[in-house]
């Protein structure tokens, strides 16, 4: 026999997910999310410490161009752009390059071409970009009031800019002061023609006069392309480190922790306590566990062993109590149905007739009025005894029992007293209550009639009955006095039809 304390056989049924399973989980979250954190940052990281270099790349090109060519032919080239400049009526700027408005525009500037100023500084141009790594190499004038730059000679292989060439600048520009004293930091631009580029401008000055600036251009596409390629190759590494520490992670937690905990967890879902053929009380699971961690989890292992010696103990002492109550309730039910039963007839008696008249007067007070009380009362009990001895006496109440029994079958018999009885019928036999008491009358005629039998073995008894009547009848004792009335009735008429009892019984 097994008394189960937990019933199921695996605590696997009722998890939606194991703490294997979420562990693993969040390991492997965390690790995206590191990953992803850390290819984004180290990408922004190598892209700002890149950009700064090339910044300061294009500040240094910038600054060579300033030192070298000559502020002379610099301002003679200007004074001659901004002669024209200043003579034009319109003036068309880069964004409408090709245009035949822009062609037009710029053709003004041409004789400035062929002065030899302006092929002295486009060959020192062409020389320091073909030694730098600089797109552009450039010389414009710029006005910061109108955020203006007119392009006055321009180092580039292709897509050269002319003489002449308006820009209409935002990036870089401050007001004069600061662009004279510092001038033009790096900046960043992206478009679509160009790319991505960094440019800078540095003043060169005449005679304490900025006549102009000396721009370069750097470009970043390719720097990009390979910031992007080792970026991808640096996420991959991360991404391989982080599976490796991923997988180590998750040993070292099913090692240490989940592994442990799920042993627990197995054995606290089959734990039972275990009821032997010789009666006594085993249970071991928790005391069978080895778990060595060190930790909180073995810590716990040992409570949980200590806790089973103490359900062990207690379960014991339970198991014992209960076997007593048992005993003491089986006792106890057989000492009330024997305080409830006649001794000589084995029905009940008058204590179990009490509890049933309080029961029934219950069930009224709800409205359950369909009963019905039947009175018996035997004769010459007193003459059997006297002349025939207790014992016959006995037996013919015995037999009065067993003829009232088999009439009302479906009913409860009392016998309260020594020769009187009660039946209280309900249901099949309230129905039938009048064709019953017929029938009993007729079964006591019968007895007295055989011949056969012994005198004192021909029990006769007078009969009465009555069934509760609503507004007639408050408690059942209303219906049992009618009842006992009717019953003394039919005795007193037994009576004077004959001159006596027993004298019935000779006649008959």
């Not at 990953?35 to 910038?62: L, M, W």
């Not at 099913?254 to 275990?274: C, E, G, H, M």
């Not at 507004?471 to 005795?491: F, N, S, V, W």
């Amino acid at each position: 026999m097994y008394l189960l304390l937990l019933c199921n056989e695996s605590g696997e049924d009722q998890m939606t997910f194991s703490l294997r399973t979420k562990v693993i989980l969040f390991i492997v979250f965390m690790m995206l999310f590191i990953g992803a954190a850390g290819g984004i940052f180290s990408k922004s990281f190598v892209n700002s410490v890149v950009t700064n270099e090339y910044k300061e790349r294009s500040r240094k090109i910038a600054s060579v161009v300033a030192g070298v060519v000559d502020p002379d032919k610099v301002k003679t080239v200007r004074d001659a752009a901004l002669e024209v400049y200043e003579a034009s009526d319109t003036h068309v700027l880069s964004d409408e390059w090709g245009s035949s408005e822009f062609d037009a525009y710029v053709a003004q500037y041409k004789p400035i071409e062929q002065m030899d100023e302006y092929k002295d500084l486009l060959k020192q141009l062409q020389s320091i970009q073909q030694a730098s790594e600089a797109d552009a190499v450039y010389l414009a004038y710029v006005d910061p009031d109108d955020k203006i730059a007119m392009y006055l000679v321009d180092g580039s292989a292709v897509d050269v800019c002319p003489v002449g060439c308006l820009d209409n600048y935002e990036a870089g520009f401050t007001d004069r002061a600061t662009m004279e004293a510092t001038g033009i930091p790096p900046y960043e631009t992206r478009t679509n023609a160009y790319g991505w580029l960094i440019t800078a401008g540095v003043p060169i000055r005449y005679n304490d006069e900025v006549v102009a600036y000396a721009y370069d251009d750097l470009s970043m596409d390719y720097v990009e392309s390979v910031i992007d390629r080792y970026s991808s190759i640096g996420i991959m590494a991360i991404i391989i480190c982080l599976i490796l520490v991923c997988a180590v992670g998750v040993f070292l937690m099913n090692q240490f922790v989940v592994n442990p905990i799920r042993k627990l967890t197995d054995v606290a879902s089959k734990y039972r306590i275990v009821n032997d053929k010789m009666g006594n009380l085993e249970s071991s699971a928790f005391s069978e566990l080895n778990i060595k961690t060190g930790d909180e989890i073995e810590v716990l292992a040992e409570s949980m062993k200590k806790l089973e010696a103490d359900l062990n103990d207690q379960i014991e002492n339970l198991f014992a109590t209960r076997q007593e109550l048992i005993s003491t309730r089986e006792h106890a039910d057989i000492m009330s149905e024997m305080a409830n039963r006649d001794a000589l007839t084995g029905i009940r008696n008058k204590r179990g007739y009490e509890t049933e008249i309080q029961r029934i007067n219950k069930g009224i007070a709800m409205g359950n009025t369909k009963v019905g009380v039947v009175m018996v009362d035997m004769n010459d009990l007193k003459e059997v005894n006297d002349q025939y001895g207790h014992e016959k006496g006995d037996k013919v109440i015995c037999s009065l029992c067993d003829m009232l029994c088999s009439v009302f079958k479906r009913s409860p018999v009392f016998r309260i007293g020594g020769d009187e009885f009660v039946v209280v019928v309900s249901n099949f036999d309230y129905i039938n209550l009048e064709s019953n008491v017929d029938k009993f009358k007729k079964s006591v005629e019968h007895n007295i009639k055989e011949s056969e039998l012994e005198p004192w073995e021909r029990a006769s008894a007078a009969i009465g009955y009555a069934i509760f009547e609503e507004g007639r009848d408050i408690a059942i004792e209303d219906t049992l006095k009618r009842a006992d009335e009717q019953m003394y009735a039919c005795k007193q008429e037994m009576k004077e039809k004959y001159n006596s009892l027993t004298e019935m019984k000779r006649d008959k």
